[in-house]
T-cell receptor, first 114, second 117 residues
Framework: KAGVTQTPRYLIKTRGQQVTLSCSPI?????VSWYQQTPGQGLQFLFE???????NKGNFPGRFSGRQFSNSRSEMNVSTLELGDSALYLC?????????????FGPGTRLTVL | AQKVTQAQTEISVVEKEDVTLDCVYE???????LFWYKQPPSGELVFLIR??????QNEISGRYSWNFQKSTSSFNFTITASQVVDSAVYFC??????????????FGQGTTLQVKP
């Protein structure tokens, strides 16, 4: 079975721009979660999607948004980029997003904001 | 409030030494799950183990073992006879059953393990 894939792997943007990151979950997984990883804040939960609906959301500003398609693929969008948005963005998929489901992570997208 | 603490920021050992990574958690839920993930330099988090709050049995998988103690809210991870390939960042994480908690892992800050030859 193919693992979680994320595109692009690396991205360089400038302040004020917007960016869209993509995540394809493991086949059969319907829940997709997104995390931001920075040296200062560590791994923080952004949001989770299931059946094209956002079910759970972390403490991030509204500039961070996402969506999920009928094939469970997910995208996250960050508008009006700030320097502090530079991070590794990780996507994880699980069967249904329940607390006992293992989450399988993709390789991440490394975003650099200049 | 839910929280995971990994007090050891960095650990350095010589190959073949045993090493224990500490994890302490806080939660108000009675039903929860604990996880350990490994993050090698490539960046991808690799799932190692899941434990539910009702199962305090220790688990061993090859050179890896886990000690879950509810009384001290700890879920420690031991690598026996460490190898250079074990060098990575290790994360402990908590998942709660409460409503609205779907798809959310709460991570500790991670422990960087360096195993020297």
């Amino acid at each position: 079975k193919a693992g979680v894939t994320q595109t692009p792997r690396y991205l360089i943007k400038t302040r004020g721009q917007q960016v869209t990151l993509s995540c394809s979950p493991i086949s059969g997984h319907r829940s997709v979660s997104w995390y931001q990883q920075t040296p200062g804040q560590g791994l923080q939960f952004l949001f989770e999607y299931f059946s094209e609906t956002q079910r759970n959301k972390g403490n991030f500003p509204g500039r961070f948004s996402g969506r999920q398609f009928s094939n469970s693929r997910s995208e996250m969008n960050v508008s009006t980029l700030e320097l502090g948005d530079s991070a590794l963005y990780l996507c994880a998929s699980s069967l249904i997003g329940r607390d006992d489901n293992e989450q399988f992570f993709g390789p991440g997208t490394r975003l650099t904001v200049l | 409030a839910q929280k995971v603490t990994q007090a050891q920021t960095e650990i350095s050992v010589v190959e073949k030494e045993d090493v224990t990574l500490d994890c302490v958690y806080e939660t108000r839920d009675t039903t929860y799950y604990l996880f350990w993930y490994k993050q090698p330099p490539s960046g991808e988090l690799v799932f190692l183990i899941r434990r539910n709050s009702f199962d305090e049995q220790n688990e061993i998988s090859g050179r890896y073992s886990w000690n879950f103690q509810k009384s001290t809210s700890s879920f420690n991870f031991t690598i026996t006879a460490s190898q250079v390939v074990d060098s990575a960042v290790y994360f402990c994480a908590l998942s709660e059953r409460g409503s609205g908690n779907t798809g959310k892992l709460i991570f500790g800050q991670g422990t960087t393990l360096q195993v020297k030859p």
